[in-house]
């Protein structure tokens, strides 16, 4: 049994659980409806649920591992096992590791989603021949994880990685946080969006500009479609973009230094288009490049297993 | 003897070198003069003799120390012993570690100088209390050190924690580095002074700019010993001041969330003029401030026994 892990992906509508094993394959899955308005003690039963049901998918009875991971959303205190603010699955200061044993009977380990998304592409993606990574997560914000020798940094309470609110911009664009020039407010794919419609507005020659007349609003996919039709607008939008990206991933390279930087989200896969742009970018925007190498740049491999395959490997 | 352990601080124009005991307390002293312009191997020399003579001063046999740790200037990588740009010591692609214990006949360990204060202040100083120490310099240049369960983050070959070198203000005031918008741009001492000397040009009538026309160029203590004179000018210049020290703190806490920021260089003994101000604003440019207590922001308390005490208790 040793070698079968259990690692849950808490979502707000949906928990997945997979039962993971050491050649990091997921030999069996289960879904369960997360259900957050019923309550949190429901919502808990579930994600509960869902580990249960994979080990039973998988064959293999519940009490013979020696413990289960879960990543949850959210602002969490990791030692004590507490989610403090789990907006999308309605907990507060909810003692969700004690619940979550209750229903099981093995001993659970928490974390971040980030954190488990960046040490599943540690273990068995893109990064597995890496120590030191940095993880970068581009969608609706601009989430991110620094494993260091394959060990999420945690901070004091595990509140460490507020990577998209660092302030590379005093004073700039004004982010959801309520603070104003954070990274995320020029790097998240929200950012890309709000930077093609003001595009739009300037340009309405450009192909963006017909697509918003005619499909409706601009998301992250058609302002890279438009790029590849060719669009001008569209082309220096996404190059503005990966300036933008280059600047905030440049400074966290100084400050962290890593043996690789993985890109997770959606846009992730623009390596041509976007990852090496930002790379090339971010050698401007880091210590010395003159003379230290910037560290690759990698798109995750693992897509939503990284979730799964990272919280099985928590330890807390 | 296991209870007492070898630091040497080594500077560009002096080594100095302390007998550390379990208590922390530097029980015998010895400074050797650098002499990098003698060449590489003389200036090892010097290191090692420091060292040798420390250990002499407190009766001591240097082969019964366990080992001997050196904070060096400079750009290294740790892991492999070399000092690969250390110019204020005249080394370049320097094998230093193994010169040393050629020299000493005791396993040596190398480590970052800025690293040996934030490891001194974590084990002995101002920050004795905590696991998650960031630790800021501000002088010439800003110079920073993460403690994560006291031990300095490392990063790919030893080279993190170019905090000073986060863009904080994309395009804006050139750095020293050659890079544009640096924290160390806006929050060095030699930032400060910049700050200062436009704020003279502008305030004819100030007290720093009499000083200026009286006594020569300004300087950080004059700063603010104008300041405590009621200057009008010096405060504005030390409020915004503290307020570029916020901001990249701010990230910073955002970044790692430690459980304590310790400044250390000649302006944090301001604490009331610079620390608490900085700590007040940094709570405006903090990931979520108003759930989230910043951590505490404390000035160094050894001085420059940090360096020794340090490196004494450095492990590689």
């Known amino acids: 049994m040793a070698e079968y892990r259990i690692g849950v992906d808490v979502g707000g509508t949906t928990v997945k659980a997979g039962i993971v094993d050491s050649n990091n394959q997921i030999v069996a899955r289960a879904t369960v409806p997360t259900q957050p308005e019923l309550g949190p003690d429901k919502a808990a039963e579930n994600i509960a649920l869902a580990a249960k049901n994979a080990a039973q998918n998988a064959g293999l009875p519940l009490d013979g591992f020696l413990s289960a991971g879960f990543g949850l959303p959210g602002l969490m205190a990791v030692q004590d096992g507490i989610l403090i603010h789990g907006g999308n699955i309605g907990m507060t200061d909810y003692p969700i590791r004690a619940k979550l044993e209750d229903f099981l009977g093995i001993p659970v380990s928490i974390g971040n989603d980030a954190d488990c998304a960046a040490i599943g592409e540690t273990v068995a993606g893109a990064a597995s ?97 438009c790029a590849d039709r060719g669009d001008a607008t569209a082309l220096a939008v996404i190059d503005r973009y990966a300036e933008y990206v280059g600047v905030g991933t440049g400074s966290l390279v100084s400050i962290f230094r890593p043996d690789a930087v993985v890109f997770g989200g959606a846009v992730s896969v623009q390596t041509e288009r976007l990852i090496l742009p930002a790379r090339k970018y971010a050698e401007k925007y880091a210590f010395a490049s003159h003379v230290l190498a910037l560290p690759p740049f990698l798109s995750a491999s693992l897509g939503n297993d990284a979730g799964i395959i990272g919280a099985a490997y928590l330890e807390n």
């Not at 991110?144 to 998209?164: A, T, V, W």
């Not at 093609?196 to 996919?221: F, W």
Request: hydrophobic residues 35%; aromatic residues 8%.
């Open 129 to 225: 021949q890496y120590r030191h990574v940095l993880f970068l997560t581009l969608g609706t914000g601009l989430g991110g994880s620094m494993i260091i020798d394959r060990k999420p940094l945690l901070g004091h309470g595990g509140l460490s990685g507020e990577f998209g609110h660092m302030i590379m911009h005093e004073g700039g664009e004004h982010c959801t946080c309520g603070m104003d020039g954070c990274f995320e407010a020029y790097a998240s794919v929200t950012a890309l969006i709000r930077q093609a419609n003001r595009a739009i507005q300037e340009h309405p020659e450009s192909l963006m500009s017909e697509y918003v007349r005619t499909a409706g609003p601009i998301n992250g996919k058609a302002i890279f479609d």
